[in-house]
């Protein structure tokens, strides 16, 4: 494939009016609801009519840590989603939207590349559907009801100092993580202490995406605590009367969008919380959709597996009924050697001692999720710089792990660089071989979930924890809330809370830093070392490259 970068792919795409998708999966057009030619959310009526239908196959692609080598997760989901198509079999891709902090700080977007994409891609990097701004305002609803109750006299008798809603925007600032307001006099209420989360952080993008339909959405905003009394009894949403408004302003966003990729197959892009502070998958009510008008459903969880696909087994899965048939681990053989000791300038050098060395990064992925009793293969993303030694180094230790290494084109050529990965995924899917359970039982402690997940899937050798924090987890067991799975909040970049650790560390600490009740939600949220939930960007933000050329057309998104 000539060199041409994935914005000027995307504008090449070949689109079959969004109305011809939903047809291939039976949905008549008169159940989407359109927005502009080319995307569509599916209406709540004909989801709800879906309840008895057969579900077909899950199959979760996850990777190792992230380097700056680029592992291509996205990218390989759309691509094996277009790899079963082309192979005969009926099959949707279900990711998560993008969030504008990312994309105008450094990460980029989140629709594949290459020629395996999404489109319309530029809609899905900035506003898409309007998703993220009904769920920020939804949010931010919430904490104004919460001021304006204590200014009209509090009848709640909230304590000012123990007010948990922050606020939230989809834009990384860092001077928002700690903040005053309220200041300027007895018009513009009490002064007190807050700060903003990004809105990919927030608890409504959790409950949206993990809500079944509108009353169950309903149902988890009111339960969401958004304070405390003095007596440190909860208020919750449904007490300051939110629940009502916020699922009015949530109507449309609880609707999955569709749309397709550049091979014109159907994909389903919906919700979006970050994988290193929230659970990193995209929404139930969208896979749910998927699996009952598809025979494959293709989705991704964020990040490492350490992180995203911890978190879909263990908090979607279990909080859905799900039970995934396949798990992929997307690794590089660029990642492979960065994970070895190689700096990024020198990843261009054949080192098949450094691609054996970082090994050790992936082999950890692929224990870890077998350990869940889901078969694994591993996809090799490829670049064109990879050697064949190297390539074989891969699969060489891969076979030892007691699992397969299927190299990968998509990303250069589209379906047909995927068909190997597709077949084999198909038939590990068949095979009905899995034996899928979570890490840790309901009734186990909230601190010994905690613990776990640290010494199974990070071989973590401790959890420290103050006794502050302690305290309140078994305050929240007392309450009834001890049933409810963890998310960690951990850094992306290693197995530890150290983003400069590579490799597959042992012995580490990982120290809980704060733990947060998302009781909406249904989680336990365990912050570890110095994970931020309000990221900032970073020297040169990706914004300074961003604009729109002579023609009127976006430029720099990539």
Request: with cysteine.
């Amino acid at each position: 494939m000539a060199h041409r970068s994935d914005i000027e792919i995307a504008r090449e795409a070949d689109k079959l009016p969004i109305q011809e998708i939903g047809a291939r999966l039976g949905i008549p057009a008169e159940h989407l609801l359109p927005f502009g030619h080319d995307k569509a959310k599916v209406g709540q009526a004909f989801i709800e009519g879906l309840g008895s239908r057969p579900r077909g196959r899950l199959i979760l692609v996850t990777a190792i840590n992230p380097t700056p080598a680029g592992e291509g997760k996205t990218t390989t989901t759309v691509g094996l989603g277009d790899g079963l198509n082309r192979i005969g079999r009926k099959a949707a891709i279900c990711i998560r939207e993008a969030s504008l902090g990312p994309c105008f700080g450094m990460k980029g977007g989140a629709a594949g590349g290459g020629l395996a994409q999404v489109v319309p891609m530029e809609d899905m990097n900035l506003h898409f559907t309007g998703d993220f701004h009904a769920i920020t305002s939804a949010h931010n609803l919430l904490a104004a009801l919460i001021d304006n109750h204590i200014y009209w006299g509090n009848t709640l008798e909230i304590d000012e100092r123990r007010i948990v809603w922050r606020r939230v925007m989809d834009m990384n600032d860092r001077a928002l993580r700690d903040n005053v307001v309220g200041l300027g006099g007895v018009a513009n209420g009490f002064a007190r202490q807050t700060g903003f989360d990004i809105t990919v952080a927030s608890e409504v993008m959790a409950i949206l995406c993990l809500a079944t339909d509108l009353g169950d959405l309903r149902r988890r905003l009111g339960e969401t605590i958004v304070a405390y009394r003095r007596d440190r009894t909860p208020v919750y949403a449904r007490d300051l009367k939110a629940d009502g408004a916020m699922t009015v302003l949530l109507r449309d966003a609880m609707q999955p969008n569709l749309v397709q990729t550049l091979e014109n197959n159907p994909a389903f892009v919906h919700g979006g919380p970050f994988a290193n502070i929230a659970h990193g998958c995209n929404s139930v009510i969208a896979t749910q959709t998927a699996l009952r008008l598809a025979d494959y459903v293709v989705t991704e969880a964020g990040f490492g597996a350490d992180l995203g696909a911890e978190k879909f087994f263990d908090i979607k899965c279990r909080k859905a009924g799900l039970t995934p048939s396949v798990a992929v681990v997307v690794a590089t053989v660029r990642a492979m050697k960065m994970n070895g000791g190689v700096a990024k300038p020198d990843l261009g050098a054949e080192n098949v001692e450094a691609v054996q060395k970082g090994c050790a990064n992936l082999g950890r992925h692929i224990a870890n999720v077998k350990g869940f009793g889901v078969p694994v293969v591993v996809a090799i993303n490829h670049f064109t710089g990879d050697t064949e030694a190297e390539i074989a180094a891969v699969q060489e230790y891969v076979r030892a792990e007691g699992a397969e290494a299927i190299i990968c084109r998509h990303w250069a050529e589209g379906s047909a660089g995927i068909e190997e990965l597709a077949h084999r995924v198909a038939d590990l899917a068949d095979a009905d071989a899995g034996n899928f359970a979570p890490l840790y039982p309901d009734e186990m402690s909230l601190f010994d979930k905690i613990d776990t997940i640290a010494k199974r899937i990070y071989r973590a050798d401790e959890v420290i924890a103050d006794k502050k924090v302690r305290d309140q987890l078994r305050s929240w067991e007392a309450d009834g809330y001890g049933h409810l799975p963890i998310c960690m909040a951990k850094t992306q970049y290693s197995f530890s809370t150290d983003p400069n650790l590579r490799g597959a560390p042992t012995g580490h600490t990982v120290p809980i830093r704060e733990v947060r009740l998302s009781a909406g939600a249904g989680f336990v949220v365990a912050i570890c070392g110095e994970i931020m939930t309000m990221p900032g960007l970073p020297r040169n933000p990706a914004a300074e490259a961003i604009m729109l050329n002579e023609a009127g057309e976006i430029e720099g998104l990539f």
